[in-house]
C-alpha cells in the first residue's frame, strides 16, 4: 500500500468504478467550455455583422455618452456615500448599546428586505407629497437616485461590515485595549482595518451590483443607460445596436471595479497568507 | 516607591461566569520587583485572575487595586491605568496588519501622542532588547511564534507598564521555540520588573519566581517561595499537584 499514491502507477488516476478517471473528467470540461465559448464568439460575431447598425452609431452615440456620465457621477457619488456610511452601520450593528444595536438592525431589516424599485418610488412619490411644494418633482429625481442607492448599498455594506469585525478574533480587541487604547481607538487602528479586508469581497460585489442597480432609475425617467436603450429602440426598432452599447458601458466600469477589489485585496496581504 | 511595597493588590475577589464561582475570595499581593508565579491545573482560575488585574475581566465582589488606585471600581479611569500594565497573552494577538515596529509604536503614539521618530527609536531599542531589531519591518505573518511573542512582550514594553501579566504566553509555542521567550521573561525579571506570570513551565517557575502561588477551583490553596514549594509544600493539594508534573 505504500505506493499507492505514487505516480509511477500508471492509472493511479483512475478511479474505483473507471468511468471518469481525472484526465477524462479535466478534457471533458476543457472541451465542453471551449465549445460554448466559440458558440458565444460566433453569435457574437453573427450579430455584430447582420444586426448592429454601425451607420447609427455616430447618430446615438452622444446620447449614449451624456448618460454613461451620468450614471459615472451617480455611482461615483452612491458608492462613496454607501461605503462611508456602510461602515458605520456596521459598527453600530455590533455596539454594545442596546439602542443603537436595535436601530441599525431596523434599518438594516428594511433597506434589505423591501425591493430597491419600492425604495426608490417611496423617495420619489412618497416623500414629496409629505411637503408639498417642498420637492419639485422635476429636481427630484437625481437626489432620489441618490438617496436611494445609498441608503439600500449602505445596508449591504453594514452587514458586510459586521460580518469582517465579526471575524477578527477577541484578541485583538484585548491587545488593544489591554494597550490603554478607548473602544474607539481600538476600533479605528485595529479592528476596522482587519475588518475591512475581510468585508472587501462582499463590499466590490455590493458596489458592483450598485453599478447594475442604476437600470431602475428608468422608472423615475432618469436619463440613465437603459432608458437610452428604450428611447433608441422604440425610435428604431433596432434592439442589437442599442444592446452592444449599453453592454460596453456596463462591463466598462463593472470589469475595472471586480480588478480593483482585487488589488485591493492582495494589497491588504500583510506580508503573505494569513495564518 | 522601594522594592518591596505592595504594588498590586487582589482584595478578596470573587467572580462569577454566569452561575459558575470562578475566583472564590481571592487575595493576593504582589510586591513591586517581585516576580509572582501562578501555578495551577487548568480550570482553577489562575488566568482568569490575571485578567481581573487589568480588568479584562469584571470583578462581582472584592477590589483590585494597582497602586493604591482601584482597578475594578467601574468609575476607574481603565484607560490610564491600563497604560501601567502591560499584558502578553497566550495567542500573541499581535496587530496582523502591522510591521513589529509598528506594533511596538501604535500605543506610545496614538495613546500618549509620542512623535513618530521618538515612539520609532525607542521601539528600535525594544526590539533590540528581544533580540528582533533585524526583523522591525517584518509583519507577524513573517514570525515565528516565538518571534511573535517576543515582539508582543516589546509591544507591551513601550507603555513603560509598572508591572507586567504573562498569560501563559508559551503554551501556544513549539517546544523548541518556548525557550527564547522565557529568557526574555527571565532578563525582565532580572532587571527587576514587576511581573506576575500564569504559566506551565515549572522549571522556570522555580527558577526564576520570587513567590510561586498555587491555585485550585477557584481559590489560593498555598503561596510559597519556589524552592521551599518544588522540594516540600505544605499542603496536601500542592504535593498532589506537583506529583501530577513528574
Not at chain 1, 38 to 59: E, W
Not at chain 2, 14 to 40: I, M, P, R
Request: charged residues 20%; contains cysteine.
Amino acid at each position: 500500500m505504500a505506493d499507492t499514491y505514487s505516480s509511477a502507477q500508471p492509472d493511479a488516476n483512475a478511479t474505483a468504478d473507471g468511468f471518469l478517471d481525472d484526465r477524462t473528467l479535466k478534457y471533458l470540461g476543457v472541451g465542453l467550455s471551449s465549445f460554448f465559448a466559440m458558440g458565444v464568439v460566433l453569435l457574437v460575431l453573427y450579430i455584430l455583422a447582420t444586426q448592429v447598425d454601425f451607420g447609427l452609431i455616430p447618430t446615438i452615440l452622444p446620447q449614449f455618452i451624456r448618460a454613461y456620465g451620468l450614471v459615472l457621477g451617480i455611482v461615483v457619488t452612491s458608492s462613496v456615500l454607501s461605503v462611508t456610511s456602510g461602515v458605520f452601520v456596521g459598527l453600530a450593528r455590533v455596539s454594545k448599546t442596546r439602542l443603537t444595536n436595535a436601530i441599525s438592525a431596523a434599518y438594516v431589516q428594511f433597506f434589505r428586505g423591501t425591493p430597491l424599485l419600492f425604495q426608490i418610488f417611496v423617495i420619489y412619490f412618497g416623500i414629496p407629497a409629505l411637503w408639498p411644494g417642498l420637492f419639485p418633482i422635476q429636481n427630484w429625481g437625481l437626489p432620489t437616485a441618490i438617496i436611494a442607492l445609498t441608503l439600500n448599498h449602505a445596508a449591504y455594506v453594514g452587514e458586510a461590515v459586521r460580518g469582517g469585525i465579526g471575524a477578527v478574533h477577541d484578541g485583538q480587541m484585548e491587545a488593544a485595549r489591554s494597550l490603554g487604547m478607548g473602544y474607539i481607538q481600538a476600533m479605528r487602528e485595529v479592528v476596522v482595518p482587519q475588518a475591512w479586508r475581510n468585508a472587501l469581497a462582499a463590499v466590490g460585489n455590493d458596489q458592483i451590483i450598485l453599478v447594475k442597480d442604476t437600470s431602475l432609475l428608468t422608472v423615475i425617467a432618469i436619463p440613465e443607460l437603459i432608458q437610452q436603450f428604450r428611447d433608441v429602440n422604440s425610435a428604431t426598432f433596432d434592439p442589437w445596436t442599442p444592446i452592444v452599447l449599453v453592454a460596453i458601458a456596463y462591463l466598462s466600469i463593472t470589469i475595472p471595479m471586480g480588478r480593483l477589489v482585487t488589488y485591493l485585496e492582495e494589497r491588504g496581504d500583510w506580508g503573505g497568507e494569513s495564518q | 516607591m522601594s522594592r518591596g511595597d505592595v504594588l498590586l493588590e487582589f482584595e478578596h475577589v470573587d467572580k462569577y461566569f454566569g452561575d459558575t464561582h470562578v475566583l472564590k475570595d481571592v487575595s493576593l499581593d504582589v510586591a513591586n520587583g517581585e516576580v509572582c508565579v501562578v501555578v495551577g491545573p487548568s480550570g482553577s482560575g489562575k488566568s482568569t485572575l490575571l485578567r481581573c488585574a487589568n480588568r479584562l475581566e469584571e470583578i462581582q465582589a472584592g477590589e483590585v487595586r494597582l497602586d493604591d488606585r482601584s482597578v475594578s471600581d467601574p468609575d476607574a479611569d481603565i484607560n490610564r491605568l491600563r497604560q501601567r500594565i502591560g499584558m502578553v497573552f497566550q495567542s500573541f494577538n499581535l496587530f496582523p496588519h502591522k510591521t513589529a515596529i509598528e506594533n511596538v509604536t501604535l500605543a506610545p503614539r496614538k495613546v500618549r501622542g509620542v512623535g513618530a521618530a521618538d515612539a520609532r527609536e525607542r521601539g528600535l531599542e525594544l526590539l533590540a532588547e528581544v533580540g528582533l531589531s533585524d526583523q522591525a519591518d517584518s509583519y507577524p505573518n513573517q514570525l515565528s511564534g516565538g518571534q511573535q511573542q517576543r515582539v508582543a512582550i516589546a509591544r507591551a514594553l513601550a507603555m513603560d507598564p509598572r508591572v507586567m501579566l504573562f498569560d501563559e504566553v508559551t503554551s501556544a509555542l513549539d517546544p523548541e521555540l518556548v525557550g527564547e521567550v522565557l529568557g526574555v521573561m527571565r532578563g525582565l525579571a532580572d532587571d527587576g520588573m514587576t511581573m506576575m506570570v500564569v504559566t506551565h513551565e515549572m522549571g522556570f517557575a522555580r527558577e526564576v519566581a520570587d513567590r510561586v502561588v498555587l491555585m485550585d477551583d477557584g481559590r489560593i490553596v498555598e503561596t510559597g517561595d519556589p524552592v521551599a514549594f518544588f522540594e516540600n509544600p505544605d499542603t496536601d493539594r500542592g504535593a498532589q499537584f506537583l506529583s501530577k508534573l513528574l
